[in-house]
């Protein structure tokens, strides 16, 4: 039996698309919208919230950084220039 060719099988890194690491920080959104969703059940079902509110600014703080930081990320490039 003969061997297979495998010259084909060579495995490269895909390359990226340019929206690719943009599409990351779209979980940003989401975690927003599921604070509104918080807030309003909050609103309709008089939940009372004043004892976390430190804590939530403080998360909302720490999301913002991760958003500047992560747009950073996104707007760099893959090229190894030096």
Do not use: K
């Amino acid at each position: 039996m003969e061997p297979l060719d495998t010259d084909y099988m060579v495995r490269e890194p895909r390359p990226a698309t340019p929206g690719s690491r943009f599409s990351v920080l779209l979980i940003f959104p989401i975690l927003g919208f599921l604070l509104i969703l918080f807030f309003i059940a909050a609103a309709i079902f008089q939940f009372n919230i004043s004892d976390i509110i430190d804590s939530l600014m403080g998360v909302m703080i720490l999301l913002f950084i991760a958003v500047i930081a992560g747009l950073f990320w996104a707007y760099a490039s893959r090229r190894q220039n030096v």
